[in-house]
């Protein structure tokens, strides 16, 4: 019989933060289904390239948390300014799209920046995170910014209708810009330094699972291979595939919330419901080699209904040891609801529309590929969300287990969120 301290569900970034400050001072078992720690911040070899799930990137803005991170990584890491892009109507301009209006036709310029300017002079508000997407982009942003880049980008990422999506999400991950700089961004020059990401760092070797290869080095309780298949919060026992019973005294769970729940057996019918209502979308990640690409992006968003995908990027341009001299790869993103995705189809429409934006070149040649699947990828915000947390939130709570990280919270959140957050939990164990 296997007993514990802690019982860690999911080997990612929120997990190994909680292991590496737990070790030495509790026992604890790390439970990683997977072969390789880190989730889907792990970075997968093929044909000498270094591919991550899409583009991980480590934008850092708590002390704590940053040192524990850069110490983590050493001298392995780069800090970098962002290039981001649109591309929209048939050309390039800066990120974010609402503050870099300059290269879009007149036409679009002016619908722009006169509707923008209407809904400032409404007073416009950033709400309270209740308000529908759609209804909110036009009433912030205004119709014409939300036209030509919100609402399309969005229905594309989301895979939900913006009608029902609600906007507790939307701060700090929408860059809100003042007039002075949508005027200038549309009449003067490019608006550098908006959102929450102007500069990231990345790991110079080896890909984002460097990272999660350095937090778990030296972790003594943590089990590769071992999948948790249901959990019992009241007798503190859980079974493990093949394995057999983990008796715990305290649980913290980093897996999907919707599934954590289901695998629940002691959880109530309401808390049972509750997660069940919860919803995501699923995101497929095309990696690609490539030779003869000279680009300096870092990476593109794609509104417009002639690109399936709805983000593009040059990974190689966060640390060319991710490429083999010479090549460049690229990761192209695209959504479903949940279904599958033709990946034949979608992978003739990802490199033509890598063309057709001039981020492949006429002498540019795929020499790799490799899809890579996020099957629980950007978590729903809509009422059935905000009605669902409270209900699994205090059942937990009750019993003493915490749920974190982005997808243990159900939230949209972003790397370093998701280490302090197992940062916090840990120690919250030790104040006990």
């Known amino acids: 019989m296997l007993k514990t301290d802690v019982l860690i569900i999911g080997g990612g970034l929120a997990g190994l933060s909680a292991a590496k400050a737990l070790e030495g001072k509790k026992s604890y078992i790390v439970a990683e289904r997977e072969n390789r720690p880190g989730g889907l911040s792990s970075t997968v070899k093929k044909g000498g390239f270094h591919f991550d799930y899409s583009g991980h990137l480590l934008h850092l803005r708590w002390p704590k948390t ?12 780069r800090r970098l300014r962002r290039d981001a892009r649109v591309f929209a109507h048939g050309r390039w301009t800066g990120f974010p799209f609402q503050a870099n209006l300059a290269p879009m036709p007149q036409k679009v310029k002016a619908e722009c920046v006169s509707a923008f300017l209407k809904a400032w002079r409404a007073g416009a508000g950033p709400g309270d995170g209740s308000e529908v997407f759609s209804r909110w982009t036009r009433r912030v942003l205004g119709e014409g910014i ?30 809100m810009p003042r007039p002075e700089e949508v005027i200038e961004g549309a009449y003067g020059g490019r608006t550098e330094g908006l959102g929450y990401n102007t500069f990231f760092h990345y790991p110079k070797r080896g890909g984002i699972g460097a990272l999660s290869n350095a937090l778990a080095a030296g972790s003594s309780g943590l089990r590769l291979g071992l999948e948790v298949e249901s959990v019992d919060l009241r007798k503190g026992v859980a079974q493990v595939r093949h394995f057999g019973p983990v008796h715990f005294k305290r649980l913290i769970n980093t897996s999907p919330l919707n599934s954590f729940t ?50 593009a990027g040059l990974a190689s341009n966060f640390s060319a040891e991710l490429a083999p001299r010479g090549c460049a790869s690229f990761y192209v993103e695209f959504a479903t609801a949940g279904e599958a995705l033709d990946l034949a189809a979608a992978e003739a429409a990802a490199v033509k529309g890598l063309r057709r934006c001039g981020l492949l070149g006429p002498g540019s040649k795929i020499v790799e590929k490799l899809w890579l699947k996020i099957p629980c990828a950007y978590v729903v915000y809509n009422r059935e969300r905000a009605a669902a947390l409270p209900v699994i939130n205090s059942w937990l709570k009750a019993k003493k287990a915490q749920s974190i990280g982005r997808y243990g919270a159900w939230k949209y959140s972003f790397m370093e969120e998701s280490v302090k957050e197992g940062l916090e939990a840990a120690g919250s164990l030790l104040a006990r």
């Open 66 to 77: 940053s040192k524990f991170i850069l110490d983590a990584l050493g001298s392995n890491r």
């Open 146 to 175: 939300s036209r030509h880049f919100m609402l399309p980008y969005n229905a594309k990422l989301w895979q939900y209708p913006l009608e029902r999506l609600t906007t507790e999400w939307c701060a700090p991950f929408v860059p």
């Open 262 to 311: 289901a695998m629940c057996s002691d959880a109530p019918a309401a808390v049972k419901r509750a997660g069940a209502a919860l919803r995501h979308n699923t995101v497929y990640v095309l990696n690609l080699g490539a030779r003869g690409v000279r680009q300096e992006l870092h990476w593109g968003y794609f509104p417009g209904e002639g690109f399936p995908f709805y983000r």
